[in-house]
């Protein structure tokens, strides 16, 4: 194990969210379930944002005008899932007018974070040209990080078109990396410190003013809980405060990701594609 003399049992624990939801399994197992009669019952999209094998994403338009563009990051510690499984949340979003879409990006340890939050960002420039209108960017967990170093990007730096965002979303999300290095995901990921806090949003700038929602289980450890305030102290003019979901846990807090974007839209425009 990279740097095994860092390892701290009770962070590890509360990094741990699985062990923590006696029926996470089946939940996750439900998730695959809903996402597969989705896709059967209204077939994406597939479009390639890159020439990589996993850099692919699904999109779900609504029927009618498109009120704006959710690009939707999933989570898995950077090390699980791709986007077929996150499919279930595109009907509740499009029944608000919302097109959706959703990414796959490649895992740990096969390649850097780095590497994936490259690639996060080539994605949101690609689906921000590829669809007029707002766009926001939401994530879930590690997909939070994404969406907010998304939020922290200076895109000419980076070589990528200028995006302007209409918000974004982060439910549970990671913003200081810092405390995972002490857990059992640094194998995979196998941060230094240097890079660990390069690679957190908290210790970044915000390069949107579009607001950022972090939301988080009212039912998580006080760790997530301490990341997404982390995140509010760092981004005051941008994230108006830490939003607990009530009887939520790390699982379920994504079912209230069309509340949230709706918000978020109400706050900062949205209107149909001309």
Not at 61 to 86: C, N
Not at 103 to 125: E, F, G, H, M
Request: charge should be negative; include cysteine.
């Amino acid at each position: 194990m990279p740097f095994p003399d860092l390892f701290d049992a009770a962070t590890n624990d509360a990094y741990m969210p699985s062990r923590r939801v006696p029926d996470a399994d089946a939940l996750v197992a439900a998730w695959a379930r809903n996402s597969a009669a989705v896709r059967e019952a209204c077939a994406p999209q597939q479009l390639a944002y890159g020439a990589g094998e996993h850099e692919r994403l699904d999109v779900f338009s609504p029927e009618g005008a498109v009120r704006a563009t959710l690009l939707f990051i999933h989570g898995g510690y950077w090390q699980a899932f791709y986007k077929d499984t996150f499919s279930y949340l595109a009907p509740p979003l499009l029944g608000a007018g919302l097109r959706v879409a959703i990414i796959s990006y490649d895992l740990t340890p096969a390649v850097t974070l780095s590497r994936i939050v490259d690639q996060a960002r080539r994605a949101t420039a690609f689906v921000a040209a590829q669809f007029a209108g707002p766009l926001v960017v939401a994530g879930h967990s590690a997909g939070g990080h994404l969406a907010a170093m998304i939020h922290a990007t200076d895109w000419a730096a980076e070589g990528l078109p200028g995006v302007t965002l209409a918000g974004g979303v982060g439910i549970s999300g990671l913003y200081d990396l810092g405390p995972l290095r002490r857990t059992e995901l640094q194998p995979a990921l196998q941060l230094s410190e240097k890079e660990a806090r390069a690679l957190s949003p908290a210790f970044l700038h915000p390069t949107s003013a579009a607001p950022f929602i972090a939301a988080v289980g009212a039912d998580e450890s006080a760790a997530f809980l301490g990341q997404s305030l982390a995140l509010a102290q760092a981004w005051p003019g941008v994230v108006g405060g830490v939003r607990q979901l009530p009887g939520r846990h790390h699982f379920d807090a994504p079912d209230e990701l069309p509340r949230l974007a709706l918000e978020l839209l109400g706050q900062n425009g949205g209107t149909p594609d001309p």
